[in-house]
């Protein structure tokens, strides 16, 4: 047997750095800011967005139809990204961090950075951070970044604070501001996606600008890595298409959902473009390529009506909510020679799972104390058969707060309503109604039929385990 099939295909396999060394992928993860599953042509034909290049690199690879992330908005997600941990196990229960938070991954935390920069990976980070800048209460820019992205493991870092919507705006080169927030900027709410908050910008920012640059910058890395001796990882996160919904000028009236739907295909493009960069350096044929979602996208009832296209699909709510229109996500991955092209896996998956999957593809070893909530992927991204559940349990998390566990087909939300921002928030339950919502997702995938007093066996196991979680304060088995 080949000794590279053996290392990539094995779900066992565990082998030292030097002995592959050489056959190790690149990881490229692209990491979507609000973009939903049904905006891609590949999940929705129904689109009124045309995704060309996230459709062919479906095709090229596998299409994840149940996959999700850790939380249902930013800043939580980017840590479950980064830790390989839930984010409400740390100090940031619900929400998400501003523009001037304190940084918030744990002193001395393993993270997926640091775990490929101890395998010999170059490590790099370019997009969006929203994880927290420096120690103190609000962030001063004028001293160095630290602790910042090159303490969570990057070798470098290119981006913006937090969302493009959240001031200061600015961008950040490693652990300096480029250039100093010196002026002011009035908040802006011209019209729906169109919308900033006031605060400091530096002199010569400018919103529309942002992800040309960032991406400018991306295949500028990649660009560079051609002939490299060392592998790469490349943790591309881009700001669109959160708002402001701002695409350029090229992209304008592209699709038929306005300017959303414009911005998305701006973001389609992108990808486009960091797949032609790993062509024409010679470096699509090793390297794994992820793009993905951070959550689902802000996209209203209104809005659906508006323009007839569902940007979560038919799928229950949208971003912040605790149905899975606010966390079930597009996730594609494309492995040539590895990954079988154009295939489905209904396996659940979470976006926690990068950081185990990356240990299993080079042989790291992962600590008791890190990646607690990180399952590799490796098998069902191979399709290796039979493939057995990659998790035993995925627990979901609203932007209010709220907790919902999900195992195999059940789904049982702790409380009533969407707990983001989908009508009504919260349900305060009537003398004899249900305190929670359990549903069938593989029978009601819509999350309309409430069984929460039909099946007490069901709810009675699910509380049970997410407490089992909650108390252990991991879900990966040791």
Not at 217 to 238: H, N, S, T, V
Not at 240 to 269: E, N, R, S
Request: contains cysteine.
């Amino acid at each position: 047997m080949n000794r590279r099939h053996f290392f990539l295909s094995s779900s066992a396999a565990c082998l030292p750095h030097a002995a592959f060394a050489a056959e190790r992928p690149n990881i490229v993860y692209v990491l979507a800011d609000d973009l939903g599953r049904g905006d891609l042509g590949c999940y929705n034909p129904d689109s009124r967005i045309p995704t060309p290049n996230m459709d062919k690199l479906a095709g090229q690879g596998v299409r994840f139809s149940d996959a999700h992330s850790p939380s249902s908005v930013c800043t939580p997600t980017r840590y479950g990204i980064l830790t390989g941990r839930y984010c409400w196990r740390s100090k940031l229960k619900q929400g998400v961090l501003g523009g001037e938070s304190p940084y918030l991954p744990e002193p001395g935390r393993m993270t997926v950075a640091s775990m490929l920069r101890d395998q010999g990976y170059r490590t790099a980070a370019i997009g969006k951070w929203h994880l927290g800048l420096g120690n103190d209460k609000v962030t001063d820019y004028s001293k160095p970044l630290r602790p910042g992205p090159l303490d969570a493991g990057y070798d470098s870092f290119f981006g913006i604070p937090a969302s493009l919507d959240m001031a200061p705006y600015l961008y950040v080169e490693n652990d300096r501001a480029v250039e100093q927030p010196t002026k002011h900027v009035d908040g802006v709410r011209e019209q729906r996606g169109i919308f900033w908050r006031e605060g400091g910008v530096a002199p010569s920012f400018k919103h529309i600008d942002v992800l040309p640059r960032i991406s400018e910058r991306a295949i500028q890395f990649l660009d560079q890595q051609k002939g490299a001796q060392r592998p790469f990882f490349l943790y591309f996160a881009l700001t669109g298409p959160h708002t402001p919904w701002l695409p350029t000028k090229q992209f304008q009236g592209k699709a038929k959902a306005g300017p959303y739907g414009d911005f998305v295909v701006q973001v389609d493009d992108l990808v486009g473009q960091v797949m032609a960069a790993l062509e024409r350096n010679g470096l699509a044929g090793n390297t794994l390529l992820v793009v993905t979602s951070d959550n689902g996208a802000h996209w209203t009832p209104e809005e659906i009506e508006m323009h007839k296209h569902r940007a979560n699909g038919r799928l229950r709510g949208q971003k912040a909510d605790i149905f899975d229109g606010g966390h079930r996500i597009p996730f594609l991955a494309r492995w040539p020679g590895r990954i079988q092209p154009n295939r489905v896996s209904d396996q659940i998956v979470c976006l926690t799972d990068l950081m185990a999957t990356a240990a299993e593809i080079t042989g790291a070893k992962l600590p008791r104390d890190s990646a607690e909530d990180s399952f590799s992927m490796v098998p069902a991204l191979l399709g290796s058969k039979p493939v057995s559940a990659v998790r035993e349990v995925i627990i979901h998390h609203s932007s209010q707060g709220l907790f919902a566990v999900r195992q195999g087909e059940w789904k049982l939300a702790l409380g009533r309503g969407s707990w983001g921002f989908s009508t009504p928030q919260k349900i305060t339950p009537k003398p004899g109604e249900p305190e929670g919502e359990l549903y069938n997702m593989k029978a009601d995938p819509l999350e309309q039929d409430n069984l929460y007093f039909k099946r007490p066996d069901i709810v009675k196991n699910l509380k049970a385990l997410l407490e089992k979680y909650q108390r252990e304060g991991r879900s990966r088995p040791v």
